[in-house]
């Protein structure tokens, strides 16, 4: 998480940021409705999937995992 808020801010924003916008609720750093920014729940979703099965796999050895899964 540090990283990309360091790149965000050294390569993406050249170190300019908009102070006011952080305090408005319009601002270029909003969330979405209910305060969540759901970019980055499907972006937690979509890192987090692919490694379940082998996640399963190693701490329950019951639950049958293709060997794909295994080594993702």
Known sequence: MTAILITDYYIIRR???SVPDFYNFQGIYRY???GTNWRAVAALIIGFAPPLPGFIQNIQ????VSQGGQHL
């Open 32 to 34: 979405g409705k209910y």
């Open 61 to 64: 050895s019951t639950i049958p």
């Open 15 to 17: 170190g300019r940021v």
